[in-house]
C-alpha cells in the first residue's frame, strides 16, 4: 500500500496538519501524543512535559474542527518580580493601571496600545504565507510581505530595541527584565533580538482569552487524532527519496508514500536520510542552541491557584540562560491531573548542547543543582506549600528529550527581515517533503497553526 501522506511526529504541527489528511498515517516514536506538548504518566500521577497555555484563534479552530475539553483562565499569567505583582488579563485597562503602580512610566499606555494593536492587525490579515524552493512559492511569498509592508509601513522594519528606547526612555533594569522574560516565553529571544512585530506578537498573547486544557495538554492532541492510524511507539529510521515516492524504514515496518510531513527537529531532520542532497540541505541550518530545563512536581494541598504564574528573579537560574521559570498548575477540578493535589510543570530557558556534553556524574550533579535552585526559589514565593507537600519532583533537560521525543532544541530563529531568507521553508526543495513544527516560520500554538495551514495549502 502506498499513502499518499506519512506524518513523523505528533508534535503540534504534526497533528494539525495530519487531522486535515486522508489516505494518511502519523508515526510516532513515544507512546504519548504531543512531543513538547504531550502528557505523560509516572509513578501513577499525570505530568506535562511543558507549559499548557493554550490559545484559540480562526485558523486553530478551523484545523481542529471538534470541539476540546478546554477551561478558560481567569488570568493568563501572574508576574512575580520582587515585591511587585502583574497580572496579565484581557481587561486592558486594569493592566495599564496596575502596570503603572509596579512599573510607572508616563508612556505605558503608548507602548502597550501600540504593542496590542500590532498584534490585532497581523491577526486580521488573511492568508499569511511564506515559503519557498518555486516560482508559485516565492510570488506568495512577496505578495504576503506587500501585505504586510501596506498593514504596518515602516513598523515592519523597526527593533524591538528601537522601539522601547524611544517609547520608553529610561527604562529601569527590572522593567526591561520583565519584558525579556515574557519575550523568552513565546519568541526563545530577548528583546534586544527581535523585530518590532516579533515583540507585539510574543507580549501580546495574554489580552487573548487563554483556556486550560483539562486532562493535559496531550489530552488536546489525543483528542484531535482520537480514531485515526497512528504507529505509536515506533521510531523512523531511514527514508529513502526513490523516483516517485517515500520508502519509510522504522524499526518494526517499512511503509510507502507519495509526501512525506516532518515534524522533528529542522536540525535533525538530516539524520532520518541516506540522500546526500538531502542532508546538504538540512546542513545549511544553523543550530538555534536553546532548549528547556523542566521541573515536574506533585504536590499535596488543596489550596486554590491559578493555571499560570512566572517568576522573575535578578539573576540567572545556574545552568540556564533565563532569570525566570515558568509555573503551570493543573486545575484543582481536573480528576485526571489533580486526584490528590496539583501536577506542576515548571519551565526555563538553557542551552541545548551544554547538558549534552556534559560527563555522566556532572550532569546528574548540574541537573540536581539546578532542579534545586527552582524549587528553594518556588518555595520562597510560594510561601503557603511546604517542602513536605511534595509529593513527587524530578527534571527534565535537553538530552531528555532527545531520549524521549528526538529533540535536542526547543523552537527556531526569531523571524526577521534580516533572516528572513535563512528561515527554514516548510516547502523543502524536494517534491513531496516538507516540514512542520517550532523550528520553522513560529512557536507556539497560533505560529505553528499558520505553518500547518500553509503546508495543507501546499498539498
Known sequence: MIYDHIVVGSGIGGALVFNNLDNALLIEKDSNLGGCASTFKKNGKFYNAGATTFIKNNIIDKLINKKLNLKKSTTAIRIIQNNKIIDRTTNFDKFIKDLNTSYPHPNNKIFWSKIKTLDERFWEIKNIYYSKHSIKSYFKTFVFALKLLFVFRLDLFRTADSFIKK??????????????????????????????????????????????PVGGMGNIIESILENKNIKRNEKVVLIKKEKTDFLVTTNKDKYRCKNIILNSSIYSSKYLFCNKKIQKYYDKFEFSDKSAFVVNMFIKTKQKFLHHYQIILNNNIPNCISNSFFISFSDLDDPKMSDGGYSLTISTHTKALLWKNLSKDEYKTQKLRTQNFILKEFLTYFGEIHKNDIETIFSATSTTYQNYISRLNCGGKAVSFKNILKIPSLKTPFKGLYNVGDTTIAQGWPGVAIGSNIVLGEL
Do not use: R, W
Open 167 to 212: 517609547t520608553l526612555p529610561n527604562l529601569s533594569q527590572e522593567y526591561l527584565n520583565m519584558i525579556d522574560a515574557q519575550c523568552l516565553i513565546t519568541l526563545q529571544e530577548k528583546s534586544d533580538k527581535v523585530p518590532l512585530l516579533g515583540l507585539a506578537l510574543g507580549l501580546a498573547y495574554p489580552f487573548k482569552d487563554i483556556y486550560y
